[in-house]
C-alpha cells in the first residue's frame, strides 16, 4: 500500500468540523505516473503526493473532507512527475443539502495519453 502524505487533508469553505468523515473521494483508475493531486478551493490549496515522491499508484482512493457550510466550487488538478500539470477540472459539488453524502471523482486515461477528472 501506498503511503501518502497529506499536505492539507481538511479542504474547506471554512472552519466547519461538523462532519468526521471525508466527503470527498478521489480514486486515481489511471496509469498515468501522477506525482501528486492538488485542489483548490477559497483561495485555499489543499493536496496528497507519496513522501518518497513515487507515484501514486493506480487504484489509490484519496479521501478529503471538504466543509459543509455551504456549497463548494473546487478545482482539482493533477501535476506529472516532472511536476507538470496533466489535467484539471472545476466542479461545483453541494456539501451543504448532501452533508452525509460522499462525492466520489475519478481519475483516468484517455485518448492519446491524456488524463482526465470526472465524476
Known sequence: MTIAVI?????????NNKTEFNNLIIEN???????????????????????????????????FKMDEKRGCIFRVEVHDIAGSLISQGEFIKDFINQADEQVHLYIKDG?????????
Open 29 to 63: 483508475e489511471s496509469n498515468a505516473e501522477i506525482a501528486s493531486i492538488g485542489i483548490y478551493v477559497d483561495n485555499q490549496s489543499h493536496g496528497v503526493a507519496n513522501a518518497n515522491n513515487s507515484p501514486i499508484a493506480k487504484g489509490e482512493v484519496l479521501g
Open 7 to 15: 499536505l492539507l487533508s481538511l479542504c474547506s469553505c471554512g472552519q
Open 111 to 119: 485518448d492519446n495519453s491524456k488524463v482526465y477528472i470526472t465524476d
